[in-house]
Every structure is written in structure tokens, then in C-alpha cells.
């Protein structure tokens, strides 16, 4: 098979570095080549690859405690992931689907919504392998292993969540173009960037806040506007994808937002 060639933005970390964009080449030809069904390949990643894993791993675990939702730090605890080492997808493949169906499925980069969302309906998440750019380990401008494995893969052990990221999927497989572009606003509003409150207290519970210390740091320092979860407001409001978010939707636990978007899905 022919090797891919990775396309980064000129402001991309890594677009200037010729190794870095050769040794993301080799992990998403991996990619390319698993066959549907079979376990994600093994990366045999590199010791700077895993210096910038544990770099942000320590940050994020930081944080943790005072900031993500109860189910997240209940989940890790039991996914022990390394702090010095890229954990294999494979391995947490095969967590998820003992926990709650759910499979890891290798991409070379990103794929279309429509795509994204109907793998989300066989309870299959596309995760990327390769790791960002060492120079900025606590910057990404694209999903990597780490957002999938500190920020997707816990949250997909819930059942809740897991039946949440189904339940969009679902209301993809028989959308229009302009539907799919709202399911894919609501799921950044709730499985990227949703909020929940603990005890009268913010937590996050999004994969996107979850997998950056700054991005969650800043969600939760009061600077944020927060309004409730409504589907049919959120599904038409503008956000940024380059800069912290200024808005979050929030919910009262993950079983509301299935909820309400199980009530939308069904209005379809």
C-alpha cells in the first residue's frame, strides 16, 4: 500500500519537521492497512513520543481530581494507564469492549462527520495512533492518541456515555447533509466540550476538555459563559476550533444529555 502523505497547516507544530511527518506517515499506513474487525495495530513508539506522552499525562491527572466528573477518575483508576509510556490502542480496545461494546477503530487522520458519526452507531470510535508534535506537548490542533486515549476512551468505558456517543451515531444514518452538520454540533457541545454539575459544582465531562489542562483549566475558572443544555438552541451555534471555547452547555449528569438528545434524534 502506497504511504499516505500527511497535509499539515503551515502553523501546524510539526510542519517544518521532516521526521515528524515521516514517522506520521508510518503510523497512519498502520492504520490504512488493519482490516475491519481485526485488533488496532501495535506502535512501537518512540522514548520521545513517550516523554510527550507523560508530559501531559502529568498535567492532566493533576487536575483531575478538582476538575473532571467522578465517572472519568473512576474509570482511569481502572484503566491504569502508563504514565511513562504511549499506552497501546489495542489494549484499551479491548477494555472498552468488555466494559461496554465499544471498539477502537485505527484512522490515518481525520474522516468526514458523517463517516465519524456512523461508526459511532456500531458503537466503533475512530481513534488516530500517532502523538502531537514534541515541541508543543500541551498543544494540539488535531485529535491525536492522547486526546482518543486520556480524553475519549475513559468516558466510553460509561455505559451513559457510551449509549450518548451511539445515540448520535444513530440520527446520522438517515440524515441530510444540513443534519449531520448539527448532530456533529452537539456532539462537540456534549462528548468534545459538555459540563456537568457534582454537588453544585462544575466538572467537565467532554473528551476535549478533558485530554487539555489548559482548555480545562479555563472551562472551569469562571470566565466561561455556561448555559443549559437545550438540542435545539446548541445544534445552530457557531464555535471556534482554534481558540479556548467561550461557551459550554451544561447538564445535570450524562443520563440527562442522552435525554435530550435521545428526544431529538427521535424528532429527526
Not at 127 to 145: F, G
Request: with cysteine.
Amino acid at each position: 500500500m502506497e504511504t499516505p502523505i500527511v497535509e499539515l497547516d503551515s502553523d501546524h507544530p510539526g510542519f517544518a519537521d521532516a521526521a515528524y511527518r515521516d514517522r506520521r506517515n508510518e503510523i497512519a499506513s498502520l492504520a490504512l492497512q488493519h482490516r475491519a474487525g481485526d485488533p488496532p495495530p501495535e506502535v512501537a513508539y518512540t522514548a520521545a513520543e513517550n516523554a510527550t506522552w507523560q508530559a501531559v499525562y502529568e498535567k492532566l491527572v493533576g487536575l483531575y481530581p478538582t476538575h473532571a466528573c467522578q465517572e472519568l477518575n473512576q474509570v482511569l483508576a481502572e484503566l491504569e494507564h502508563p504514565a511513562d509510556a504511549v499506552p497501546q490502542v489495542a489494549a484499551v480496545s479491548r477494555f472498552l469492549e468488555r466494559r461496554t461494546g465499544f471498539r477502537l477503530q485505527p484512522v490515518a487522520g481525520l474522516v468526514s462527520a458523517r463517516e465519524f458519526l456512523g461508526a459511532l452507531a456500531g458503537r466503533r470510535f475512530c481513534a488516530t495512533q500517532y502523538i502531537r508534535h514534541h515541541s508543543r506537548p500541551y498543544y494540539t490542533p488535531e485529535p491525536d492518541v492522547v486526546h482518543e486515549l486520556m480524553g475519549h476512551a475513559p468516558m466510553l468505558a460509561i455505559p451513559e456515555f457510551a449509549d450518548l456517543s451511539q445515540r448520535i451515531g444513530e440520527g446520522s444514518l438517515r440524515a441530510s447533509d444540513a443534519q449531520i452538520e448539527q448532530l456533529a454540533t452537539l456532539y462537540w457541545f456534549t462528548i468534545e466540550y459538555g459540563v456537568l454539575r457534582e454537588h453544585g459544582t462544575l466538572r467537565a465531562y467532554g473528551a476535549g476538555l478533558l485530554s487539555s489542562f489548559g482548555e480545562l483549566e479555563h472551562a472551569l475558572s469562571g470566565n466561561v459563559e455556561v448555559r443549559r443544555f437545550d438540542p435545539e438552541v446548541a445544534r445552530d451555534t457557531a464555535y471556534p476550533i482554534t481558540t479556548y471555547q467561550p461557551l459550554l452547555w451544561e447538564v445535570a449528569s450524562i443520563t440527562e444529555a442522552f435525554a435530550k438528545i435521545d428526544a431529538f434524534v427521535s424528532s429527526m
